[in-house]
């Protein structure tokens, strides 16, 4: 997406972590894992001095030879000027009055939060990184203290101010309270840190939410987006909820677009990975069920997936049929008896639909 495109997402969160995953991209960080700058930022002399500073030209240095050590492990695709690329960015983050000096600390944890990681190797290293006590090679001694969490989190605040979202989304304090609930002592070990990051805490939601971004990148659903007519629906699909077979893409949805018949307010859902049809039925009936037959309604629960391509066909061809019937709007005040009367061979069509489903997934069921 074009950043033009970026700032219309109305989502601050989608916004900033749309965002920060085009830098990601651009400056290449995709390509370097944490145990990598580990490596190049934390070894020996510079693990001790974790708490000093760098230079510029120290911080330029050992960003370049990260990136070459990133060459010899992958096909070389690294662009030349990622380095100065980051350096700048590091240095609006943490010497916005220009020093000329970066402390070692946040900007590796900036690093390591804008790799190809996953969360969790992220959330790990970054309690390596800040946690009182640690001897480095992940000692069992180390403990995260209400004073390193804010340190931290004021540190992985400054992230988002690069690419013009505010830092301000979530006070420090009320996470640092979260994060310490019930806990009994000064410091907390990294099993409680690691459960805390992973329930997603707001103050951090879009560090998970960018990586999700990365993963759904290249998913493609097939389906059309019933807003701006796209074939087929790549990234994140949102259905509404409240609209029959109302599929949106991404772009429409997080920018607020919407049609007629569908109003920003309806409940969506979100997908990350295609569905199969029957999970697509199953996700229809759930719909379904309460406007056909309030009496008759069972949950259904746990479809076992069979892939059994020719169900899945029947079901699809069943689905469409049935699209084709509910196209039709239930008449509201004075009607015509024609109306009337399509409207009962529509409901007529669902009733058999539903029992024919119920037929082919009931058997099942455990
Ligand atoms: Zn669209
Ligand atoms: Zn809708």
Redesign the pocket.
């Known amino acids: 997406m074009a950043i033009n495109t970026l700032n219309n997402i109305e989502n601050s969160m989608y916004r900033t972590a749309f965002k920060l995953q085009s830098v990601q991209t651009l400056c290449q960080l995709d390509l370097i894992d944490s145990s990598l700058i580990e490596q190049v930022f934390l070894h020996g002399s510079f693990w001790e001095a974790r708490e000093s500073s760098l230079s510029v030209h120290q911080l330029l240095q050992a960003l370049q030879e990260l990136f070459q050590r990133t060459k010899e492990g992958k096909s070389g695709e690294v662009n030349p000027r990622a380095s100065e690329l980051i350096l700048s960015l590091l240095q609006m983050m943490y010497d916005s009055t220009g020093t000329g000096f970066l402390k070692i600390l946040p900007v590796a944890a900036a690093l390591i939060v804008l790799s190809g990681d996953s969360p969790l190797t992220k959330y790990r290293a970054l309690f390596q990184l800040y946690a009182e006590n640690n001897k480095g090679n992940y000692d069992s001694g180390a403990r995260m203290t209400r004073k390193t969490l804010r340190n931290l989190l004021k540190d992985l605040q400054q992230i988002p101010t690069i690419v013009g979202e505010s830092r301000t989304l979530c006070p420090v304090e009320s996470a640092v309270r979260s994060c310490f609930k019930g806990a009994l002592s000064q410091g907390i070990k990294e099993e409680k840190f690691l459960s805390w990051i992973q329930s997603e805490p707001l103050i951090l939601l879009w560090l998970p939410t960018c990586h999700r971004l990365s993963a759904t990148e290249m998913v493609t659903h097939p389906v059309r987006c019933s807003v701006c007519r796209t074939f087929p629906i790549v990234g994140l699909r949102y259905r509404?909820l409240?609209?029959l077979n109302?599929d949106i893409c991404q772009v429409c949805f997080l920018s607020g677009l919407h049609s007629k018949?569908?109003?920003k307010s309806?409940p969506v859902i979100e997908h990350c990975v295609q569905m199969s049809a029957t999970e697509n039925t199953k996700l229809l009936l759930r719909m379904l069920r309460p406007a056909l037959a309030p009496a008759e309604r069972k949950e259904i629960i746990n479809i076992k997936e069979r892939n059994d391509q020719l169900e899945e066909e029947e079901i699809q061809e069943l689905l469409s049929k049935l699209m084709d019937a509910f196209n039709l709007e239930k008449p509201s005040g004075p009607q015509s008896s024609v109306n009337k009367d399509l409207y009962g061979g529509a409901e007529r069509v669902c009733k058999a639909f539903s029992a024919l489903v119920d037929k082919i997934t009931l058997p099942n069921l455990k």
């Open positions: 509404c409240k609209c109302f018949s569908h109003q309806h």
